[in-house]
């Protein structure tokens, strides 16, 4: 178990008391026998629009090497995208005190060189601002662990017709797995990342935060819905997340991009990561094309009458309205189709033109993931995809094991391979992987 050190008693500078005030730090030294105690004076000043928020980078790089010569500073390590997000999360943590170094992730072999891939952008990106802030930039390439333990899966998943989300298995496999594991061979006490999530409370305690926590720890939502982003994070085991500070919490987006602007960060206009790291901006189906091949079926009303021919059922998503390619048909109205189900034992694809043929009030889930503990059957909130406002339902425990969760109002299109996000409030619970879309086997 990895220890650390930390001012007690010093103030903490919250984001909101950063963003309308601004701040500097004096860093002092004292040597009291043989103990190296570190002394941290806030100074609140009214923000000049016309300087920088931040020392200039000779400064910041006196103050990082002298926070370096505390034996017992607790050292951060933060993972380097090359995006905004992930540059403010570095630079707030230096301004709380934390000796802060990076991690650039390579994730992905497959396309280098390819106009799809931007890692050789990203980690110049990563480079820059953490030569801007005066900062250590480490690289790993976690292509080999990504390939074994993400997209076999998500590979996986679409031969057996199911829709996966690898980028929630991307957090807990290589995020908070291997990330984890990588900042702990470089001395780390913690790592950080740009989520947008809050947690509460703030690691305080002498001890580096494990498995066995005394004090309980939550995990709530960002303060910007908009970029709230604890649905990623509900796979993630406790004690893994235990170890993750989370500094862009208290931020609303916009803030943080004034930030980066007044700081000087060459990214502070980067467009946000979207999608897939793999996949980029290419069309998906051709894509999973080279990996899967299309086995192409009827294409079948409610009623059975076959309306066309599928390219194969790994290449459709329940809900999905583009790219069925029905329209015209005679006979029918001019309304839009819908994946409504897939049927593999005759390779058949369901569509409809009725939306509420999509809806549904049951699922069953397995691989529940708790963050706190529950006692089923459990009333809470929850959401089966990114951005979804939160839906009230009741959750509790089948004979088998798995969780059987029934919404108060239907909802659309829920999608086995998927998953789902429990809430209390604000506070993530957990989360589990949905595995039908019926309330019986």
């Known amino acids: ?208 935060p494990s498995q066995d926590l005394e004090e309980p720890i939550q995990f709530l939502k960002g303060l910007d819905a908009n970029k709230d982003q604890t649905y990623f994070l509900q796979a993630v085991p406790k004690h893994k997340l235990a170890r993750c500070l989370f500094p862009l919490g208290d931020w609303q987006k916009p803030d943080i991009r004034r930030l980066a602007a007044s700081l000087g960060l060459t990214n502070h206009r980067k467009k946000d990561s979207t999608g897939i790291c793999f996949i980029g901006e290419r069309r998906f189906a051709d894509f999973l094309g080279q990996y899967i091949h299309d086995q192409p079926g009827p294409m079948t009303d409610r009623q059975g009458r076959v309306l066309g021919q599928h390219r194969g059922l790994h290449q459709y998503t329940i809900g999905q309205r583009q790219g069925i390619n029905l329209g015209g048909l005679a006979g029918r109205p001019e309304s839009p189709w819908y994946v409504m189900d897939k049927i593999p034992a005759s390779n058949t694809l369901l569509v409809t033109q009725d939306a509420a043929d999509l809806t549904g009030n049951w699922l069953r889930a397995r691989e529940a993931n708790w963050l706190q503990p529950v006692v089923l059957p459990l009333r809470c909130s929850a959401k089966i995809r990114y951005r979804q406002q939160d839906q009230a339902c009741a959750v509790s425990q089948a004979a088998d094991g798995s969780l059987l969760v029934r919404f108060d109002h239907p909802q659309r299109a829920i999608t086995t391979g998927q998953y789902i996000a429990f809430y209390q409030d604000d506070e993530l619970l957990g989360g589990a992987n949905i595995q039908s879309t019926s309330s019986v086997f």
């Not at 390590?77 to 540059?87: F, L, N, R």
């Not at 995020?175 to 509460?200: C, M, N, P, W």
């Open 1 to 208: 178990m990895l220890t650390k050190a930390r001012c007690k008693g010093l103030p903490q500078c919250s984001a909101e008391y950063i963003r309308y005030h601004g701040w500097r730090f004096d860093e002092q030294l004292r040597v009291l026998g043989s103990k190296l105690l570190c002394f941290r004076r806030c100074e609140s000043t009214r923000p000049n629009p016309s300087s920088a928020a931040s020392p200039m980078p000779s400064v910041r790089r006196k103050r990082q090497d002298t926070l370096r010569q505390i034996e017992n500073a607790p050292k951060v390590i933060v993972g380097m995208s090359g995006g905004v997000d992930s540059s403010v999360a570095a630079y707030l943590l230096q301004q709380q005190g934390f000796v802060v170094e990076g991690l650039f992730m390579k994730n992905w072999d497959e396309d280098d060189g390819t106009e799809y891939c931007t890692a050789i952008a990203d980690l110049e990106d990563a480079q820059q601002v953490s030569d801007q802030l005066g900062i250590t930039l480490h690289t790993a390439n976690f292509a080999a662990e990504y390939w074994d333990n993400v997209f076999s899966h998500f590979l996986k998943e679409y031969q057996n017709w199911r829709t996966p989300n690898p980028d929630i298995l991307c957090n807990r496999e290589i995020k908070f797995e291997q990330f984890v594991r990588y900042a702990e061979t470089l001395g780390a006490d913690y790592i950080a990342t740009g989520h947008y999530v809050r947690r509460s409370p703030i690691p305080e305690s002498n001890v580096y």
